[in-house]
T-cell receptor, first 115, second 114 residues
Framework: NAGVTQTPKFQVLKTGQSMTLQCAQD?????MSWYRQDPGMGLRLIHY???????DQGEVPNGYNVSRSTTEDFPLRLLSAAPSQTSVYFC??????????????FGAGTRLSVL | AQTVTQSQPEMSVQEAETVTLSCTYD???????LFWYKQPPSRQMILVIR??????QNATENRFSVNFQKAAKSFSLKISDSQLGDAAMYFC???????????FGQGTRLTINP
């Protein structure tokens, strides 16, 4: 059971480049989300999804796009990278019902540097 | 908006001793969950313990326990018999029931001295 898988683990971009951070989960979780973690701060929610075809904005959505075409995958797109997007990005997933509801499982993170 | 405050940026404890990490939060909701997550140097976020706000009994998980004071909006984590493997960043988080969106504190770096 792989859990939540994020790729790549590390990435360096130049300002203005675009890229997609991948997130996949094999637990059939309905809920998936993206967070960013900056030095000295806790994680902040970027976007989230409660099921295939449904996405919504979190606390810091500017500069990021998401889509959810399948239950398993929830990619995060940076359309035009900026140095302010240098951060560690985490994907998380959870059930929306049942005893395990609210227990979010996190991926290992992607460290992104924008030069 | 919900906020979470961890007032101790760093804490240290001797191996085998007990340490308490503090967390306060602010929410206008009556139904919510509280969490403590551990982040070791590997960067992986690991759930330590979960507390449902409507339950008065404090949650415990082996050497980890919480002191939940709902009226004071306080949620501290007690680690008993500290072990070297407990060294990590610890994050307190609140999740509003039904929303499943986590709001995190700034974290406390815990060092275990052998």
């Amino acid at each position: 059971n792989a859990g939540v898988t994020q790729t790549p683990k590390f990435q360096v971009l130049k300002t203005g480049q675009s890229m997609t951070l991948q997130c996949a989960q094999d637990m059939n979780h309905e809920y998936m989300s993206w967070y960013r973690q900056d030095p000295g701060m806790g994680l902040r929610l970027i976007h989230y999804s409660v099921g295939a075809g449904i996405t919504d904005q979190g606390e810091v959505p500017n500069g990021y796009n998401v889509s959810r075409s399948t239950t398993e995958d929830f990619p995060l797109r940076l359309l035009s990278a900026a140095p302010s997007q240098t951060s560690v990005y985490f994907c998380a997933s959870s059930y929306t019902t049942g005893a395990a509801k609210n227990i979010q499982y996190f991926g290992a993170g992607t460290r992104l540097s924008v030069l | 908006a919900q906020t979470v405050t961890q007032s101790q940026p760093e804490m240290s404890v001797q191996e085998a001793e007990t340490v308490t990490l503090s967390c306060t939060y602010d929410t206008s909701e009556s139904d919510y969950y509280l969490f403590w997550y551990k982040q070791p140097p590997s960067r992986q976020m690991i759930l330590v313990i979960r507390q449902e706000a409507y339950k008065q009994q404090n949650a415990t998980e082996n050497r980890f326990s919480v002191n939940f004071q709902k009226a004071a909006k306080s949620f501290s984590l007690k680690i008993s018999d500290s072990q070297l493997g407990d060294a990590a960043m610890y994050f307190c988080a609140v999740e509003i029931q039904g929303a499943q969106k986590l709001v995190f504190g700034q974290g406390t770096r815990l060092t275990i001295n052998p």
